[in-house]
């Protein structure tokens, strides 16, 4: 197969990615990351990460993608920004198909995360041309006056906070008679001024009008807002896997395709913690060296 030659790419540069990586050079190997935008994933998203070992104060998700950026080049890991769109197992090696030139890696880290679930078709035909955002980190700075979020779980109440305490001002509006999220972010919006919180509402219709989006709730109320924020969800972000390696994920315990592991959010699905996706990595990356270590033919890139 013609295609630069890896022992191992990570794909994915959120936290597991990164811990992963930093965790594969330690063990003496020369991993290559893959991450098709900037490293640190959902963290970018992060008003206030206070569950994460080492910050008592806690910090925000910004700040501490910073710091793993900074130990990932200071460990020397390799990057690459690219898409990767397919990977498969040809003659006992992995294939990672990207826009470039194909990859053969004797190993694979999936460590790809999870894509915003999308606005039901009814709604996003309403939409026309009204901006939509599905994530924080994606809402320009004009956008931020005003912004009506759906969903009611940890997500939509964490960007709600946050964007609150810059200065916007936020609808959270879910279907469900009371939020779905932590109840220690549901008092603590409860205690913001600039958060209204629409419980038991559904979207009816949204409408732009002169570049103000306006949407109009079941009960009655109208808001015209600069963006609507939708978190209503997340769904793993494997479709580039084949078949095999698509089943393979949903298996709990070792797995059955050699030299194949995954870590994070990928893997967890709703315990989209950076705790537990750092340590996910780190697990991988130890599974990982230890099987190519006792596998035949190790050697340096050619």
Known sequence: MIGEYENVVVIGGGPAGMAAAIQLRRSGLDPLLIERDRMGGLLWNAHWVENYPGFPSGITGPQLVRLFQEQTRNTGVRCSAETVERV?????????????????????????????????D????????????????????????????????????????????????????????????????????RQEPLVQIRAAVAI??????????????SDGTRLKVDALLVAIGRDRNSGFLDAAMSADLETDGPHPIPGLTFAGDVRRGLHRQTAIAVGDGVSAAMHTAAFLTCAPGLSARP
Request: net charge neutral.
């Open 122 to 189: 009814n709604l996003r035909r309403m939409c026309g041309s009204s901006p939509v955002f599905y994530e924080v980190k994606d809402l320009p700075l004009e956008k931020r006056g005003h912004i009506a979020i759906l969903g009611g779980g940890d997500a939509s109440f964490d960007y709600a906070l946050g964007l609150a305490r810059e200065g916007s001002r936020v609808d959270v509006c879910f279907r469900s008679e009371r939020p779905q999220a932590l109840s220690s972010l549901v008092e603590r919006i």
């Open 204 to 217: 009816e219709e949204i409408r732009d009008d002169l570049g103000v989006t306006e949407i109009g709730l």
């Open 88 to 120: 498969c197992k040809v003659d006992g090696e992995f294939k990672v198909e990207t826009r470039g030139d194909p990859i053969r890696s004797r190993a694979v880290v999936v460590t790809s995360g999870t894509s915003p679930r999308p606005l039901p």
